[in-house]
């Protein structure tokens, strides 16, 4: 009997094949399919107007470098069973799927203290019912509890096929060459020792180089300050949102699903009621949303979601030091004079906060390379390493935004 196959042309990496009939189930599912309709980079193509993928599209990209790995670590004698391939398919296919609207910039806002793997590992759980167990060693090792710990790390660690995508993926759209990677290197320098992931020492460049790129892209693309600013924003929105409802005013979202979550704050065990409800949601649910509440009768509201839906981002400025109380304070109160607001209301239209980024954490998790006589050692403490250990140190950045009169 023949073996259910598809073939999906991707535009970074070519042909993906999905070859097993589960994952094309789990493909299929509609918690799955939402994935389409949310942006991997939610408001990069503010700045990057090429940066339209979606998680689908990161997700199926993660998929084909595991199978690429997975392939290259059996090539060299580690042992993994064909359940074992299958669920480390099935556990990257599925990491994001706990991603709302707008990734990251709303995970705060809609769900209070639930991060997206927390919702991943709730909706892998969800799927496993439905599909009969088949979905448990795809569980495990997405929570790390698998014996093969390197199945674990290839889905979430230091050197994962996740962050390999995103970096390789996300340059490609933005079209920012400084975040391409040497990912088919490194995926073929990879090996196991005492079933931790760990690289083989000719890949030691190539590692550098993709640390570098990371930094890079978060600076330049991810923490660029008008995509900082719109996420921002966003958030001033939901929150401008909540008030308006804890005082009575009426506020309603473009759906159902939307406005679930915003009529209350929806609590992590409320969550685990509510799959269906959070799966509805994308992007599309707020930004229809917000562009309606360009036309609401609060002013504050009206004009930050105005602002969104006609890109008049609000203006942005970074410094390596805090900026002085006064200052703030100051600039707040200029902003409630200059459009006849409240004080309090104001802080709608300036805030301030940090934005940091940490080249590489050994306290993480390291990325160790294996020399040819067996010994194990840390990248930052190769012979002449370029990541030096002044650079594992956190860059931090802090901005004040404020309304363009």
């Known amino acids: 009997m023949a073996v259910a196959r598809k073939i999906i042309n991707d535009p970074v990496y070519g042909f993906i094949t999905i070859n097993h009939p589960l994952l094309l189930h789990i493909i299929s599912h509609p918690y799955y399919q939402r994935l389409r309709n949310i942006h991997q980079m939610a408001f990069a193509h503010l700045v990057y107007p090429g940066a339209v993928h979606s998680r689908l599209h990161h997700s199926l990209g993660a998929y084909h470098l595991m199978c690429t790995a997975l392939q290259e670590l059996k090539s060299k004698g580690v042992a993994i069973s064909n359940e074992e391939e299958l669920g480390a398919k099935i556990a ?7 991603h709302g609207p707008f990734s990251h910039a709303l995970e705060q806002e809609l769900i209070k203290d639930v ?3 927390e919702i991943s590992l709730m909706l892998m759980q969800k799927l496993n019912v ?10 495990d090792i997405f929570q790390d509890k698998h014996p093969k710990r390197f199945l674990h790390q290839l889905v979430s660690g230091q050197l994962d096929v996740d962050r390999m995508d995103y970096l390789n993926r996300d340059s490609f759209f933005t079209g920012v060459a400084e975040g391409v990677i040497g990912y088919d290197r490194i995926i073929k320098m990879l090996t196991v020792k005492d079933g931790n992931l760990v690289v083989e ?3 030691i460049y190539s590692i550098e180089k993709f640390l570098l790129s990371r ?3 978060y600076w330049q693309v991810y923490l660029h300050k008008t995509v900082v600013a719109a996420e921002k924003m966003l958030i001033m929105i939901f929150r401008r949102v909540r008030d308006l409802i804890q005082n009575g005013v009426q506020v309603k979202a473009a759906t159902p699903a939307l406005d679930t979550f915003i009529q209350s704050h929806v609590s992590s065990k409320e969550i685990e009621a509510l799959p269906d409800e959070f799966c509805s949601l994308d992007d599309y649910d707020v930004f229809t949303s917000i562009k309606n509440w360009s036309r609401h009768d609060d002013k504050v509201l009206s004009t930050l979601s105005k602002s969104i839906v006609e890109r008049k981002i609000m203006h942005i400025q970074l410094q390596s030091q805090p900026f002085e109380e006064a200052f703030l304070q100051q600039k707040r109160k200029d902003i409630a ?4 607001i409240s004080e309090d209301d104001a802080k709608y239209f300036v805030f301030w906060g940090e934005a940091s980024n940490t080249l ?20 930052s403490q190769v012979d002449n390493a370029l990541i ?5 140190m956190r860059v931090k950045k802090y901005y004040i935004c404020s309304l363009r009169i």
């Open 337 to 340: 004079q200059q459009i006849n």
């Open 215 to 217: 930094r890079l892209m």
């Open 388 to 392: 030096a250990p002044q650079l594992t």
């Open 201 to 203: 020492e000719k890949a």
């Open 115 to 117: 991060h997206h793997e």
């Open 130 to 139: 439905q599909f009969n167990g088949q979905l448990q060693t795809a569980i």
């Open 360 to 379: 590489y954490n050994p306290k993480d998790e390291s990325i160790n390379i294996l020399y040819k006589d067996g010994s194990l050692k840390d990248i």
């Open 92 to 98: 990257i296919l599925l990491h994001d799927i706990g």
